[in-house]
């Protein structure tokens, strides 16, 4: 039988910067089953003091465009100069198993093994945008076990780069050169959420191309309005193959930080998210809660199929649910 950790105890060996117990209290959190819930809800509330010490790095960008190698580079760039890493790569989930079928840590290398960092490939499941259910919560035992520096790296598809803008200090978007109708397809809602812009594989023959379309990018930008008065989106050349231009892309990171510290809006930020956040877990707390009545369930079943064939109204269905939960206007039904 599986012996129930102790909330306390656990909450503890995080906090002292134990791998083992990182990765324990993870699983515990992406676990759907009610006691491995109860006690992550008890370990995360510990450990809530402990948590926020990070920077917030959201990196999106169409696959192929080199998010896993950029980030192998700039985190070992980042653990050489004494920081701790922790990068949660959502992997789309295989609709057999249910797992990660990328293997994000297969293309970083040097960070995989690297003694200062933390890399959790995490399946989508399904979420929105594939954006891991839980990665806001893995993001703060990271915080709780020392890494400084936390990056969400997306699949880069549909609405990911929105769903991580709302759980993140910065997106980051990595775009490559002459990448075609897919790469147009993802300019038009990202740009509008991207705090800086990488333009990836600016090296060898591919430097010139990766310039000049860095400088259309900045001219674009010319004709958004921009969503801060104290903040213009930087637009840069990078290589996650020969490090060029990491080194400037961490100092804008720094200076994005400072700027939002100084006017308070990277503080106002964070508590937005955390509202939310609790918003988010009330919702998914409901879900499961209907899950995990079979007569609940059922009746869900007969009113979806009654607003499939068009026999009854959505929110009435929606009510009639919310009243068995006890939740609706009506009186509850046992």
Known sequence: MDKRPDPEALADDVRRGSRAALSRAITLVESTRADHRATAAAVLDRLAGDTGGSIRIGLSGVPGVG??????????????????????????????????????KTRMPRLSVDPAAYI???PSSGTLGGVAARTRETMLLCEAAGFDVVIVETMGVGQSEIVVADMVDLVLLLMIAGGGDELQGIKKGILEVADIIAMNKADGDNAVKARAAAAEIRAALNILSPRSAAWSVPVLTVSGLSGDGLAGLWQEILRFRRVHEADGSFAARRAEQRVRWLKAAIDDGIRRRISADAGIRAALEDGEA???AGERAPTAVAEAILDRLGFGTGPRRD
């Open 67 to 104: 998010k896993s190698t950029l980030v192998d580079a700039f985190g070992t760039m980042l653990t050489g100069e004494g920081h701790k890493v922790a990068v949660l790569a959502v992997d789309p989930s295989s609709a057999r198993t249910g797992g990660s079928i990328l293997g994000d």
């Open 306 to 308: 009654a607003v499939r």
């Open 120 to 122: 959790r490939p995490s």
